[in-house]
């Protein structure tokens, strides 16, 4: 069972970058379809961005232009990077994998996927 371990989150004012980081524990991105989501207290958690296999990349509406997705196969590394940040981006981000379809992604549903990690707070200030 893959592990993964996000780092990167903390406090910035709108406007900030940060960047994200998903470490896994085997080499997951020939075989897994891997992406972001985030979770804010009384929300549902939600999708941000997918990359698959062939780094094909899917955006939620709402980070569009603004974040990132890409990763290291050689590092084993899932990144996300997020610029222009704004106070409703404030949550819970968590890394996922799923393997069901041979490293293509399906959707940005929190229910295809098989594998989380622990998250990592990001907070933005206004």
């Known amino acids: 069972q893959v592990q993964l371990v996000e780092s990167g989150g903390g406090s910035v004012q709108t406007g900030g970058s940060l960047r994200l980081s998903c470490a896994a524990s085997e080499y997951t991105y020939v075989r897994y379809c891997m992406a972001w989501f985030r979770q804010a207290p009384g929300k549902e958690r939600e999708g941000v961005a997918s990359?698959?296999?062939?780094?094909?990349?899917t955006y939620a509406d709402s980070v569009k232009g603004r974040f990132t997705i890409s990763k290291d196969n050689a590092k084993n590394t899932l990144s996300l990077q997020m610029n222009s940040l704004k106070p409703e981006d404030s949550a819970m981000y968590y890394c996922?994998?799923?393997?069901?379809?041979?490293?293509?992604?399906?959707?940005?549903?929190?229910?295809?996927?098989?594998?989380w990690g622990q998250g990592t707070q990001v907070t933005v200030s206004s």
């Open positions: 990359i698959d296999r062939d780094s094909s990349t």
């Open positions: 996922a994998a799923e393997d069901v379809r041979g490293g293509y992604c399906y959707s940005l549903m929190q229910y295809e996927y098989k594998y």
